[in-house]
Each structure stands twice: as C-alpha cells, then as structure tokens.
C-alpha cells in the first residue's frame, strides 16, 4: 500500500557526497550568499546580515535591518549584486510592508528598493505573519526577482492587486512587473534569461510541494488548484509534484564548475532534511529529483555555490560545506596493452 501512495521515496543519497560542518550561525539562519572573493555571507530571520569565516566558524555582525522574526516573518533572505553589495527581503513589525532593500557590505548600509503593502485595503494595517516567501534572486541583467507568500490567506493570491501570492520582478531602473500570480509560499527562485522562464518551487498545503517553470505573465492556479489536482482554465500547471511533504527551500542554479553536481539545480528542502538534485529541467516529463544528502544534518534552509562550484548550505542554526567527489572515470584498454 506504502507503494501506491508514494510511487517514490526519493532515490538514495549520492554516494561519497557528504555534509562537513564548519560552524554555528548566530541566530536562525534564513539565507546564504558567497561573492566572488569566497567570502560567505548569511541572513538570520532576527534581522541580522553576517560575514562568516570558513576558516574559524566566527560570525562578524555586517547590518541590521528593522523587522521582528514570528512565524514566516522577519529577515527572509538575501542575494549578492556583487561582491559588496546585497539585496535583501524582510517584514517591517506586524508584517505591514514587505521591503526589498540594499545593503552596503562594508559600510552596513541600507537601501530601500521597494516595498509591497501587505494589505492593500487598508496600507498600514497588519498582515498574518504566515507565508510571506524568502528569498529575492539577482538576474544577469541586475533585475532582482522576489517571491510573497498569500499571508495564509488563499484567495488574495489569484487576485492581481494584492501583492501577496506573486512573483515580482524589479528592474534596475526601478520598474516593479508582477511576473506571476497564484503561489502559495514560494521561498526560492531563479532565473534563466536565455529562456525568459524562472525556476521556482512552491510550498503546498499537503503532498503537493510542487516546481514550477514559468514564464512571465503566468497564473499558477493557486488557491484553486494545486498540485496533481485538475489544472484550471488559464493556469500553468507544475512540471513536477512531491510525492511527499519536503517543503521546498533554497535553490541554486548550477553554474558547471562543481565537478560532480554541474549541471541543472539544487532544492533545500525543510521538512524532508535533504537536498535534492533536479539535473535537466527541460526533460518533460521531469525525472524524480535526485537526493544529493537525506537527513544527514537538521533542516535545510538555503544553498549557496562558491565561485570554483564548492557548495555550502545552512540548516538554520549551522553552516555547512557540501563535500563532492570527482566523477569516477572509467579506464578502457586500447589495442589490447
């Protein structure tokens, strides 16, 4: 029966792939950044921004932003614009404002970019404290790309006016565009500017934790259909759905330089404690995601890769480095010698 239900368990860990501890992070962690420098950064949901040596898992306060961690609020996450300047997403207190902003990685100093009202019947009003997204990602262009949760509240996603349930894109000219619409949660997200589509898991409301692929202008169907369920006239329906609870996090688009993981991309993944390999996402239908380490440390938040294709991740409360073998390669004798 176990079988029926779930026609995969999820394939086994990658053989010689495992998780080496480096340090613990000075509060909950949300997010991890590595500039070109193989300076690491992180995020914690209480508002801070760290630098974190590899070499002696000390953590350097860089910023502080003005927001309160409850529920799926607080310091959601951040990306690298460059090697001295992040972008970062949290909550203002009592979630009426959801603000994208700069941060100076040398001075500490915050930018505003843009912030999205929660409520948009009444700005100023609080917001539930649930589903409020995570992390923002940087296209090639410089567009900073972010998605919101629907605060819990279902309905408001499907609706064009109110912020919450989208994916947004900001130019960096300022423009705002609402990429898509009908997300649950969506924590993660990444752009393919080759395709014009985003890569972006999203986070179910029970065994339909789904990725989606999707291009701009899409409608996702949430709170309407989710998951297997039948799609909806005029939504995009997931290129692939869990078959168990995992509750998506981090993604990293692989960027060919890590020697056994080059291609395609990495999903945290909170609930399930795993860090799943998606290597085509073109390939229809798409294959079960491969697991790269299966509750080999605590939760998995986020994900980052250094400029040479190491990778490192956060469970929240540490930070790790995801050890990869080389590819195996195999000897063929010539000419009988």
Known sequence: MLNLLFPFLLASTMQGVRPEFLGTTSGFASSIAINSRNTIYYTTTQGDLFRFDEATGA???????????????????????????????????????DVISKIDL??????????????????????????HGGNPSVAADGSIFVGIGDYGGGLIASLPEWNGGKIWRIYPDGRVEQFARGLRNPFDLAFDAEKGLLFVPDNGDAIDDEINIVASGAYLGWPFTAGNEPPIDGATPPVYVFPRIVAPTGVVHLSGRNRLLSHGYLIGSFVAKAIFWVPDEDARPLPDPIAVIDHETGFIIDLAERSDGELYFTTGTSIYHLATPAPRLRVVKVGGH
């Open 59 to 97: 953590s350097t306060l860089v910023s502080h932003v003005n927001t309160v961690s409850i529920g799926n609020s607080g310091l959601l996450g951040m990306a690298l614009i460059d090697d001295d300047t992040a972008v970062v997403h949290y909550t203002t207190p009592r979630q009426t404002y």
């Open 106 to 131: 040398t001075t500490g100093r915050e930018t505003e970019v843009h912030r999205f009202v929660g409520d948009v019947t009444l700005p100023g009003r609080e917001t539930p404290a649930e589903h």
